[in-house]
């Protein structure tokens, strides 16, 4: 069975296992207790802090250690939103449910959500910059990498656009951390959301990045003993902290732009793309340069062009020894239109039938003739039953 659905989770690195099971019987106190054994675990957490921040060139109080991406999103608009008069949020219309989902609890409370629409790649429309960043738009946030149809957005021109104007940005990067580790003293954007298993780190944690300018203004989600800088209250997991910073280390670290496609992991992944499309029946969907470099996502129809159903392949391709997604992994249980190929404007006949490929290390250039061989023939038994 080949494994190719890192952007639903990745096995964990090297070394990550081993250096959580050496915390937990290093520092498996409370952070909190003022004896020996809770200050070892505390310098342990505060080292996992400094060793993440030191890799996205920022201060160790930017790091606030959530559950996961989908808190740190709704701690990022919930929180900044709690300390301002209601406005307008602008949301890109091919956002995770995480951040929607945040979004329509905040029209709940009176502010205005407003969706970026995007063009056929999945990028979001830049000519309607002026319009959606004037007033009363208080806060933006974008997805960087998009986790279904892997378009990186251009999220530093937005970002910059939102800084000239007052606006908040905060981004989704929970598929951007995976390959590329940003500066985050460069990058021109408030908050950040990631989630340590996309990165072959351990799930049930993530992080928020935070500016210290903000801090204060920012409302906790979860009250309690303080934690976080009483930004997210309750017992902190040493364990899962030090598994995401030993993960993270073995992310590249790269300038704010993400490289396109070429090289590393990128190269393996045009070379399956390279294999696949002679096969007249795929095609590339979302940006196909400006995309996630692990990330491949694929139209299918059958010989007569009609589309065939992403789900029913992912099943196939799992009998051939693919394990795959269709959509993302969190639409990927409901048989239901993509909300994302729909926001692309894509006819309502082929918004069920993409599958999403995603490499990880563990993928190696004498993979890639296997992969494609088993892939058509799954796509031949998908089409035949
Ligand atoms: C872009 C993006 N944002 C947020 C999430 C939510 O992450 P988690 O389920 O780890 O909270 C995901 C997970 O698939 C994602 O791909």
Same mark, same amino acid.
């Given at each position: 069975m080949i494994y190719l659905d890192a952007c639903a989770t990745a096995p964990l690195r090297p070394g990550v296992l081993q250096r959580m099971i050496e915390l937990q019987q290093e520092a498996w106190a409370n952070p909190s207790s003022l004896h020996g054994f809770g200050l070892k675990a505390s310098e342990a957490l505060e080292r996992a802090r400094s060793q993440i921040a030191g890799n996205l060139c920022a201060d160790h109080q930017?790091?606030?250690? %959530? !559950? $996961?991406? %989908?808190?740190?999103? @709704?701690?990022? #608009?919930h929180g900044v939103a709690a300390s301002r008069s209601p406005g307008r949020l602008v949301i890109s219309s091919v956002e995770h449910p995480a951040v929607s989902g945040a979004a329509h609890l905040l029209a709940r409370r009176g502010w205005e959500v407003t969706e970026w629409p995007v063009d056929q790649l999945g990028r979001i429309r830049l000519e309607c910059l002026e319009e959606l960043l004037a007033s009363p738009t208080k806060i933006v946030s974008l997805v960087w990498g998009q986790g279904e149809v892997g378009t990186i957005q251009p999220l530093l021109t937005v970002a910059e656009a939102c800084r000239e104007r007052g606006i908040l940005i905060h981004t989704d990067a929970t598929q951007v951390l995976s390959q590329a580790l940003p500066n985050w003293s460069e990058l021109p954007v408030d908050l950040l959301s990631s !989630?340590? @298993?996309? !990165? $072959? $780190?351990?799930?049930g944690i993530g992080l928020l990045m935070t500016r210290e300018s903000l801090r204060s203004d920012l409302q906790p989600l979860l009250t309690g003993g303080g934690q976080e800088g009483g930004l997210r209250s309750g017992t &902190? !997991?040493?364990? #899962?902290?030090? $598994?995401m910073a030993f993960a993270l280390e073995q992310v590249e670290r790269q300038p704010i732009k993400l490289s396109r496609a070429g090289n590393g992991i990128a190269a393996l992944r045009d070379g399956l793309r390279d294999r696949l499309l002679i096969d007249d029946r795929l095609e590339v969907c979302g940006d196909p340069e400006d995309r996630l470099p692990h990330h491949l996502s694929l139209l299918v129809s059958d010989d007569d062009g009609h589309p065939v159903s992403g789900r029913h392949l992912v099943r196939s391709l799992d009998a051939t020894g693919l394990a795959v997604s269709s959509g993302s992994a969190c639409s990927s249980g409901k048989d239901s239109d993509s909300p994302v190929l729909t926001a692309m404007g894509l006819p309502k006949v082929v918004r069920r039938s993409s599958v999403r490929i995603s490499f990880g290390p563990w993928i190696? &250039?004498?993979? #890639?003739?296997?992969?494609? &061989?088993?892939? #058509?023939t799954g796509l031949e038994k998908a089409i035949c039953s």
């Open positions: 930017d790091v606030v250690f %959530t !559950s $996961g991406a %989908t808190e740190s999103i @709704h701690l990022a #608009l !989630s340590a @298993h996309k !990165s $072959g $780190g351990p799930r &902190e !997991s040493v364990v #899962l902290a030090a $598994g190696e &250039e004498s993979d #890639l003739d296997g992969i494609a &061989e088993r892939f #058509l």
